[in-house]
């Protein structure tokens, strides 16, 4: 009964594989590290080094371990980066997760929980943004995850295998066991990039647009503790076992925040009032994007932990303390 978790030495990847040891399961990490980081990795699962698109290595894991259900994680992720390379956006996230589909169906790999994200429906026209809005993705990011659900959603409809979609919204914070957290240095994530600005890592945080329509005119978000992200990935599984249907799931909290109030919760926080500049909107960024979170509450019977901005600040910065002391 073993779980691949694809991209379990990344920021995400990491905190779930941790949850799902302590809970005993038994767990393989498929990761190339391009952007994750072997001591990431929870000592009680197995590390593989690899690529999700070398089909005869995942054919292998999977019969090996004997794997049941994989969470898939791996991917590229920065939206201004898919947008300067999109070919390299398509190659590792829609033709590396088209290959690790191949794999998984062949093999009879029964649940599947995939690593989807907000992005896929662009600029929403409402307050919040429901499952069955159109997506219309601004970035290459976004477009490769929507392709990716197009042919989960294809193959497990031809198939015994049985998934869900959880669309991430900004994912943020930390454990708050500090085993794992948000290590890449040059990492573009807002609370990142302040925590860091904070410590001194960065001698300034720039703010990415000033004129949108918002009511402070910068971007708002839904942000999401890493916790609570975890535990959908948990309750998903546990759906998913439990015989439920396919399903796609929006995962924030559903509410919002502008970039300067995260900057001021970081400030508050820290304690520290780090330089902040102003510049141009940045490529591929929605003005506003949050959640309605009604049918993860409904479905999987979520219910987050540390829906507090605070809290996900405290956290994160935490982190990057502990990151500052080892000069990582
Ligand atoms: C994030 C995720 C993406 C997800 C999306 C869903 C990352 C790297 N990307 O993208 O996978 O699909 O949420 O909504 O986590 N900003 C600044 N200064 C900075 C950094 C960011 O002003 O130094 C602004 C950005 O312009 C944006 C907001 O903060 O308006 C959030 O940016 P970021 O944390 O990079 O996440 P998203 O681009 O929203």
Not at 98 to 126: D, I, M, R
Not at 222 to 247: E, F, M, P, Q, T
């Amino acid at each position: 009964m073993t779980i691949l978790v694809t991209g379990g030495a990344g920021y995400i990847g990491s905190h779930i594989v941790y949850e799902l040891v302590d809970r005993g399961e038994s767990v393989v990490v498929l990761d190339n590290l391009a952007t994750g980081f072997r001591d990431a990795v929870a000592p009680a699962a197995r590390l593989v080094v690899g690529d999700i698109g070398d089909m005869a290595l995942v054919a292998k894991l999977l019969a090996e371990h004997q794997v049941q259900a994989i969470v898939h994680l791996a991917a590229s992720s920065v939206v201004p980066e898919s947008v300067a390379n999109p070919l390299g956006y398509y190659s590792n996230n829609a033709a590396g997760s088209l290959a690790l589909l191949k794999a998984a169906v062949q093999h009879g790999v029964k649940q599947f929980v995939f690593s989807s994200t907000a992005a896929v429906y662009g600029n929403p026209e409402t307050a919040l943004v429901k499952e069955d809005t159109v997506p219309r993705p601004m970035s290459p990011y976004g477009a490769s995850k929507l392709m990716t659900e197009m042919m989960l959603k294809d193959a497990a409809s031809a198939s015994s295998l049985t998934y869900v979609v959880l669309r991430y919204f900004n994912v943020a914070g930390a454990d708050p066991k500090l085993r794992t957290g948000q290590s890449t240095r040059a990492a573009t994530h807002l609370i990142k990039a302040a925590v860091q600005a904070a410590l001194g890592a960065r001698d300034r945080l720039a703010i990415f647009g000033s004129d949108y329509p918002t009511p402070d005119g910068t971007c708002v978000r839904d942000y999401i503790h890493i916790s609570d992200l975890v535990g959908a990935h948990v309750g998903a599984l546990g759906y998913l076992r439990g015989g439920g249907a396919n399903v796609l799931m929006n995962c924030g909290y559903g509410h919002g925040y502008s970039v300067r109030e995260v900057v001021d919760a970081v400030k508050r926080v820290s304690g520290v009032d780090f330089a902040v500049e102003m510049q141009p909107r940045r490529a591929g960024d929605p003005a506003q994007i949050v959640a309605d979170v009604q049918a993860i509450r409904r479905i999987l019977s979520w219910t987050p932990a540390y829906d507090d901005l605070e809290t996900i600040v405290r956290h994160a910065l935490a982190w990057e303390r502990k990151l500052v002391a080892r000069k990582l």
